[in-house]
C-alpha cells in the first residue's frame, strides 16, 4: 500500500514536468509583457486558483497552524528562483545562463540519495548525467556562442540552480507541512514581484486575446498547477525519479515549439530524445531495485 501510495505521488509529480514543457509557448504568447511583470500577474492567477481550492475544502484553518518560517521558505523559494532566473538571461547569453540553470535536477538526483529513506544508486548517477546531456543539446541548440567564459549572469544561473534544488529537498523534508501553503507561496511571490517589477521594468501589458490567453495559460498550469503537483511529488514520491524526469521538461518544450512552428527539428533533437529517454529509463530501473 505504501509503495502504491508513493508510486502515485510520484505521477502526481510528473504532471509538474508536462505542464512546465508549456512554459515557452506560453511565454512566448504573453510577450511584450516583460518578465517580473508575467510573474507578478501568474503568481497571482495560480496562487488565487489554490486559495479557492483550499477554501472549497475546508482547508484555510489549516494554513493558519503553518509556522510563519514555512512561508517564508516557500516564498523565498518560488520568487527567488524566478528572480534569479530572469535575471541571468539578461546578464548572460540566454542558452548557457538556461543550461547552467537546468543544473538543479542533477542536484536534485544526487543530493536526494543522502536523505532519511533514500539511496543513491550508480544508475541514478549515470541516468541523470545522461538526461543532462541531453538537456544541454536542447538548451543550447547544439551551437556554442562564442560569448565570454564566465559572466555574472553565469553565477546568477548557478544560483538559480542552487535555489531550486534546495526548495525541492528542503521540501521533502517537510512533508508533514500541507501542500496548501502552496497557495500562499505564490500570492506572496506575486506581491512581492510587483515593487521589483515597478523598480526594474516598464510596465507593458498583453497584446489581444492570444496574449492575455497566454498569461491566464500560464498562471493556470505552469506557474499555477504545476507547484501544487509538484509539492506533492517531492514529498511523496520518489523524488530521485523526479529529478530525471524533469529533464524531459526541455524536450518537451522543444518538440511543442516545433509543433507550434516556432521552433525547428534537428539531429540534436533526436539524440537529445535518446539521451533523456535512457537516463529516465535507468533511473526507473534503479527505483524499482
Same mark, same amino acid.
Given at each position: *500500500? ?14 509538474a514536468?508536462a ?14 509583457? +516583460?518578465?517580473?511583470?508575467?510573474? /507578478?500577474? @501568474?503568481?497571482?492567477?495560480?496562487? $488565487?486558483?489554490?486559495?479557492v ?11 493558519? /497552524? ?13 520568487? &527567488? ?13 540566454? $542558452? ?27 544508475? !541514478?548517477?549515470v541516468g541523470?548525467?545522461m ?9 543550447? &541548440? &547544439?551551437?556554442g ?8 549572469? !553565469? ?27 502552496v ?13 521589483? !517589477? ?16 497566454a498569461?491566464?495559460?500560464?498562471g ?16 511523496r ?7 530525471? /524526469?524533469?529533464?524531459?521538461? +526541455?524536450?518537451?518544450? @522543444? ?10 527539428a534537428?539531429?540534436?533533437?533526436? *539524440?537529445?530524445?535518446?539521451?533523456? /529517454?535512457?537516463?529516465? *529509463?535507468l533511473?526507473? !530501473?534503479?527505483?524499482?531495485?
Amino acid at each position: *500500500m505504501k509503495t502504491a501510495a508513493r508510486g502515485r505521488a510520484t505521477l502526481i509529480g510528473f504532471s509538474a514536468v508536462a505542464l512546465w514543457s508549456l512554459l515557452a509557448l506560453f511565454t512566448v504568447g504573453s510577450a511584450p509583457v +516583460p518578465p517580473l511583470q508575467l510573474n /507578478a500577474m @501568474t503568481f497571482a492567477i495560480g496562487g $488565487a486558483i489554490g486559495l479557492v481550492w483550499v477554501a472549497r475544502t475546508g482547508g484555510l484553518g489549516q494554513l493558519l /497552524a503553518v509556522p510563519w518560517r514555512i512561508y517564508a521558505f516557500g516564498t523565498a523559494g518560488l520568487f &527567488g528562483y524566478h528572480f534569479l532566473y530572469f535575471s541571468a538571461l539578461r546578464m548572460a547569453p540566454p $542558452a548557457e545562463a538556461g543550461l547552467i540553470a537546468y543544473l538543479w535536477p542533477l542536484l536534485i538526483v544526487l543530493v536526494s540519495g543522502l536523505l532519511p529513506g533514500e539511496k543513491l544508486r550508480r544508475a !541514478h548517477i549515470v541516468g541523470a548525467l545522461m538526461a543532462f546531456t541531453g538537456a544541454a543539446l536542447i538548451v543550447a &541548440g &547544439g551551437r556554442g556562442t562564442g560569448g565570454a567564459l564566465l559572466q555574472p549572469g !553565469h553565477l546568477l544561473a548557478l544560483l538559480c540552480a542552487l535555489t531550486w534544488a534546495g526548495y525541492s529537498l528542503i521540501s521533502r523534508r517537510l512533508g508533514a507541512v500541507p501542500t496548501a501553503t502552496v497557495a500562499v507561496y505564490c500570492l506572496a511571490t506575486a506581491a512581492l514581484s510587483v515593487p521589483a !517589477h515597478l523598480a526594474l521594468e516598464e510596465t507593458v501589458w498583453p497584446s489581444g486575446a492570444i496574449g492575455w490567453g497566454a498569461v491566464a495559460a500560464l498562471g493556470l498550469g505552469p506557474v499555477g498547477l504545476a507547484f501544487y503537483t509538484w509539492d506533492v511529488g517531492v514529498k511523496r514520491g520518489d523524488i530521485q525519479m523526479l529529478g530525471t /524526469a524533469s529533464y524531459a521538461a +526541455p524536450l518537451l518544450s @522543444t518538440l511543442i515549439l516545433v509543433l507550434a512552428g516556432k521552433a525547428t527539428a534537428s539531429a540534436s533533437l533526436a *539524440m537529445a530524445a535518446l539521451l533523456i /529517454a535512457g537516463g529516465a *529509463m535507468l533511473a526507473a !530501473h534503479a527505483a524499482r531495485r
